[in-house]
């Protein structure tokens, strides 16, 4: 099956479930599966994505326990407990409370002190924290690169080497630690030293004459907060069990990130919004590339059949830029893939549009990716140190048997 695709048709369904269409008919008369009309052929009928994972899951469970558990971490079932992030019925929560709602009014700081579970009397003074780098260090990191990421990266060993409060786990202590690391990368975008909330501190840098922008990056950092056991979150969960320090796990987990299939998705939407020349050829180049057997970043999630709520608020929030020239491209690309591919944007198309529609730097996206995901990062880790267990699965072995020839 196709991940992303929100609808398989009965022939689809029953091919990936291993059955026959009358079988699968069963099923839905039984409540198992759920169906509907195809908009305009009301004698054909389509069955969502993710019920039949779920339906798919449970017979392999049934079949073989432990190949269901490996397929666990492909998209599969929960590998870990966690009370951090829920997704359900294609909504998005953090600690029970509705993430789109929150993101509302909430700034990053809100939105880190929900995760870490923060009490109220700590939530005030929380990020009082100073960045743990002097202005000369800083100053020397910037004369290396111009890329924030970049700078996050190598930022993290050196605070990390003089931050000596870091190698205490206790949750209050990584909460404060926690507010450090988001200090640290807040000040190297911002390129000075503020006590002002995380976005405004980007505003300043990014869009100072843009006013709607400063709510714009708040948003965008708070929907980017947690998401779940995404790879990176399972990577930082991975170093803090093995008692890696809280700035040893960011840093694993912001090298997770920049990979091509997670957030350094972002840069490939940037590259097809570059490539559209004109909002009048978007349909053309999107066709060509499905032509070539090439992807269509930006679109469609495994986890939200019915469309990512984070995108869809994203460019909610960039058509208030007034921006109609980046507006009417991003508006013609997105009708384009709902009609090619029946996807819908996700985050990383959110993020890429609404940095074009405010005029934000070109690396902004995977900046706002990385500075609001470092909130749920430190959420993992908060968790796996008072699990105080190390993750390691074990492998299915595929190679020669001991006493066996290698195969060449």
Known sequence: MRAGRAFLTAAQ??????ITRPTLYAYTSRGQLRSEPVPGRPRERRYRREDVERLRERQEI????????????HWGSPVLASGITLIQDGRLYYRGRDALAFAHAATLEDAAALLWGADAGERGRLFDEPCPLAARQ????????????????????LAGGVDHAAYDLRPAAVRRTGARIVRLFATIVAERRSNAAVHLALHARWAPRRALAADAIRTALVLCADHELNVSAFTARCAASAGASPYDTVAAATATLKGTRHGGETARVSALLD??????????????RLRRGE???????PLYPAGDPRGARLLQIAEQSGNERELSLIRSVSRAAADLLHESPNLDFGLAALSRAFGLPARAPLVLFALG????????A????EAAELIRPRARYTGSMPGETPSV
């Open 382 to 385: 908060i968790e796996q140190y």
């Open 13 to 18: 369904a029953a091919e990936a479930l291993g």
């Open 62 to 73: 049934r079949r073989d326990p432990a190949k269901a558990a490996e397929r666990g971490l």
């Open 138 to 157: 800083l100053s020397s990191l910037r004369s290396v690169s111009e890329n924030s990421v970049a700078l996050f990266q190598m930022a993290l060993p």
């Open 373 to 380: 995901r470092t909130a749920g990062w430190i959420a993992h």
């Open 275 to 288: 490539e559209i020349d004109a909002p009048r050829h978007a349909r053309g180049v999107l066709a060509n």
């Open 295 to 301: 992807p269509v970043p930006g679109f469609g999630h």
